[in-house]
């Protein structure tokens, strides 16, 4: 993706230089939610492995799971 032009005078169909730079910042934010989160700390990792939860706790995930995947979306006519 082409970078923010100094004097605007790059045509990336946006409506203005403000909409330009806050695509360019998203963009940024992106790049760096993207790095490595850094070294895997394997006795973190093993404590992990022994976690759980309840089964209340599961069976509340289930039904959130399976309700989201039913989900139409906000302003879906109903069929």
């Known amino acids: 993706m082409p970078k923010l032009d100094q004097n605007h005078d790059v045509d ?31 006795e973190a990792m093993a404590a992990a492995d ?14 959130h799971a399976e309700r989201g995947a039913h989900q139409q979306g906000e302003g879906a006519p109903e069929v």
Do not use: I
């Open 12 to 42: 990336l169909d946006f409506r203005d230089a403000d909409a330009l730079a806050e695509a360019e910042e998203s963009r940024r934010r992106d790049d760096v939610a993207r790095t490595s989160s850094g070294p895997v700390d394997p």
């Open 50 to 63: 022994g976690l759980s939860v309840s089964e209340a706790e599961a069976e509340a995930y289930r039904e």
